[in-house]
């Protein structure tokens, strides 16, 4: 199993940057391909961003394409999420997650450990 917790959320203002980490502890980080979602108050999580195993084949939702960069070091047991142009829309809880497969996914049900989530604020 892996254990994930993630930092770097906050408030920012619309145009802002923020950079959210989530560090992984137990089995080894590479053993996973990883990924991000967010769930807004009143929606369900929607993704946000997955990545291989081995850091390759970043795949983004339209929605953050060209604003967020996700990204991986697996020397550091961590994965990153550059989250820049932040707009209001952008208001939700992030959580990573886990899933034993090389290639990213999309799919919430692919996913078997998940983070606590990191607030991230937008205000206008």
């Known amino acids: 199993q892996v254990q994930l917790v993630e930092s770097g959320g906050g408030l920012v203002q619309a145009g802002g940057s923020l950079r959210l980490s989530c560090a992984a502890s137990?089995?080894?980080?590479?053993?996973?391909?990883m990924g991000w979602f967010r769930q807004a108050p009143g929606k369900e999580r929607e993704f946000v961003a997955a990545?291989?195993?081995?850091?390759?084949?970043?795949s983004h939702a339209d929605s953050v394409k060209g604003r967020f960069t996700i990204s991986r070091d697996n020397s550091k047991n961590t994965l990153y999420l550059q989250m820049n142009s932040l707009k209001p829309e952008d208001t939700a809880v992030y959580y990573c997650?886990?899933?034993?497969?090389?290639?990213?996914?999309?799919?919430?049900?692919?996913?078997?450990?998940w983070g606590q989530g990191t607030q991230v604020t937008v205000s206008s």
């Open positions: 997650a886990a899933a034993a497969r090389f290639s990213p996914s999309i799919r919430e049900s692919d996913y078997a450990t």
């Open positions: 990545i291989s195993r081995i850091g390759n084949s970043p």
């Open positions: 137990g089995r080894i980080f590479s053993s996973w391909s």
